[in-house]
């Protein structure tokens, strides 16, 4: 029998997170037990049960992980790219957030789907939604000539969602990357209606 190697806790946990996700994005989260990640990891019972008590806890990690991803994208994006407004900052920020492709966007759009019929999930959501906010909000503060941070709010952030869940499960990749310019020019829409309130 081979040994397993011996990997740093950081390590381990990360390998069972991407087996979980796979499970998850075969069964769906709410389908998913922690014997099918136990499964899928081919690590032992207690070597899971170390680092997670539950798939709430992992998805919770996921998305964690999916948030930083994002972050580090937007960061990225602000420090080459050119804007012409803070407004137009917002919106280029957001279009690129509903098209890109990673690996965390189908199980951000599982999430998403699966939170409204669970309770666990619905406070993960909120917790995420807040966390993530503010991240984004500091996010945008490092460019300090346009500084989009002001424009981050739950209507952007739901809107943001929906065409997520559009993008992943809707099959519609294509529509929504064809008319990126009419998103941005919602979103800027947008903004300039909360500039007139």
Same mark, same amino acid.
């Given at each position: 029998?081979?040994?397993?190697?011996?990997?740093?806790?950081?390590?381990?946990?990360?390998?069972?997170?991407?087996?979980?996700?796979?499970?998850?994005?075969?069964?769906?989260?709410?389908?998913?037990?922690?014997?099918?990640?136990?499964?899928?990891?081919?690590?032992?019972?207690?070597?899971?049960?170390?680092?997670?008590?539950?798939?709430?806890?992992?998805?919770?990690?996921?998305?964690?992980?999916?948030?930083?991803y994002?972050?580090?994208?937007?960061?990225?994006?602000?420090?080459?790219?050119?804007?012409?407004?803070?407004?137009?900052?917002?919106?280029?920020?957001?279009?690129?957030k509903?098209?890109?492709?990673?690996?965390?966007?189908?199980?951000?759009?599982?999430? #998403?789907? @699966? /939170? +409204?019929?669970?309770?666990?999930?619905? =406070?993960?959501?909120?917790?995420?939604?807040?966390?993530? &906010?503010?991240?984004?909000?500091?996010?945008?503060?490092?460019?300090?000539?346009?500084?989009?941070?002001?424009?981050?709010?739950?209507?952007?952030?739901?809107?943001?969602?929906?065409?997520t869940?559009?993008?992943?499960? #809707?099959? @519609? /990749? +294509?529509?929504?990357?064809?008319?990126? =310019?009419?998103?941005v020019?919602?979103?800027?829409?947008? &903004?300039?209606?909360?500039?007139?309130?």
């Amino acid at each position: 029998m081979m040994k397993r190697k011996r990997l740093l806790p950081q390590e381990r946990k990360k390998e069972i997170r991407k087996a979980a996700a796979r499970i998850f994005k075969e069964k769906g989260f709410s389908a998913t037990t922690m014997e099918d990640v136990i499964a899928e990891s081919g690590l032992s019972t207690g070597g899971v049960y170390h680092y997670y008590k539950n798939t709430a806890d992992i998805l919770y990690d996921l998305m964690e992980e999916g948030n930083r991803y994002r972050i580090n994208e937007t960061v990225q994006h602000i420090r080459h790219g050119s804007y012409t407004s803070s407004q137009d900052m917002a919106a280029q920020f957001i279009a690129d957030k509903i098209l890109d492709e990673n690996e965390y966007k189908p199980l951000y759009a599982l999430f #998403l789907l @699966e /939170k +409204e019929h669970n309770p666990k999930l619905q =406070e993960l959501y909120t917790r995420l939604k807040t966390e993530g &906010l503010q991240e984004m909000r500091d996010a945008f503060a490092v460019d300090q000539t346009v500084d989009g941070s002001g424009y981050l709010d739950d209507f952007l952030f739901v809107f943001t969602s929906a065409l997520t869940i559009g993008f992943e499960c #809707l099959q @519609e /990749k +294509e529509i929504l990357q064809a008319n990126r =310019e009419a998103i941005v020019a919602m979103v800027k829409a947008y &903004l300039e209606y909360c500039l007139k309130i």
